[in-house]
């Protein structure tokens, strides 16, 4: 091998896209395994203009740089359009994706196929958080907010404060 091709390493670098809306434990404990396999981990939110999130964009992006933004090697980015373009346009070869039961399953190898077709060179990876976590997710946690109860044991300590504000108008 010459020393040109030993000077030159490749950088491994993932996207872990999704809406974050908000940023929940699981999402963090998937974020750290990422990051471990991984030289950068960008972990990229969607503008999805079908979905209808609680929290605007730059909100999403905001608590997502407070919880994990910090985090060496990670960096909080946003996207619009199809993620096989991004991916693309960074440089990655991976998407992460959190498996947390069968019911993740179709969709997500759905998806994960329908990405390869578009572009066969960015692989999907498929990661299980911590068994505490499978059954958590942003919808649920934002039920549980609005209905008044207790998050902090689901998310960050900010998430917690930003939920309890935006819901304590339907409480007074
Ligand atoms: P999307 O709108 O793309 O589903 P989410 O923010 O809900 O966005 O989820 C982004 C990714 O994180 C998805 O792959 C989802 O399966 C995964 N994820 C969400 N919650 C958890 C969790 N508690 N444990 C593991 N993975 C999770």
Redesign the pocket.
């Known amino acids: 091998m010459s020393d040109f091709a030993v000077a030159i390493p490749l950088m491994r670098r993932a996207i872990?896209?999704?809406?974050?809306?908000p940023?929940?434990?699981?999402?963090l404990?998937?974020i750290e395994r990422a990051r471990k396999l991984f030289d950068e981990v960008i972990v990229a939110v969607?503008h999805?203009d079908e979905?209808q999130p609680l929290l605007p964009l730059k909100e999403r992006l905001d608590l997502l740089r407070e919880t994990a933004g910090k985090i060496d090697n990670v960096r909080i980015a946003q996207f619009k359009g199809l993620l096989v373009e991004f991916a693309r346009a960074e440089k990655a070869g991976a998407v992460?994706?959190?498996?947390?039961a069968v019911s993740?399953f179709e969709f997500?190898f759905q998806m994960a196929l329908m990405n390869r077709k578009l572009d066969a060179g960015v692989e999907t990876i498929?990661?299980?958080?911590k068994e505490e976590?499978?059954?958590?997710?942003?919808?649920i946690v934002k039920e549980i907010a609005r209905l008044g109860g207790d998050v902090s044991g689901f998310v960050p300590a900010a998430v917690a404060h930003t939920l309890s504000k935006k819901f304590a108008r339907s409480h007074s």
């Open positions: 872990y896209p999704g809406s974050f809306d940023v929940t434990n699981g999402h404990d998937i969607a999805n979905k992460i994706r959190g498996l947390r993740d997500e498929f990661l299980m958080p976590y499978t059954y958590l997710s942003s919808r």
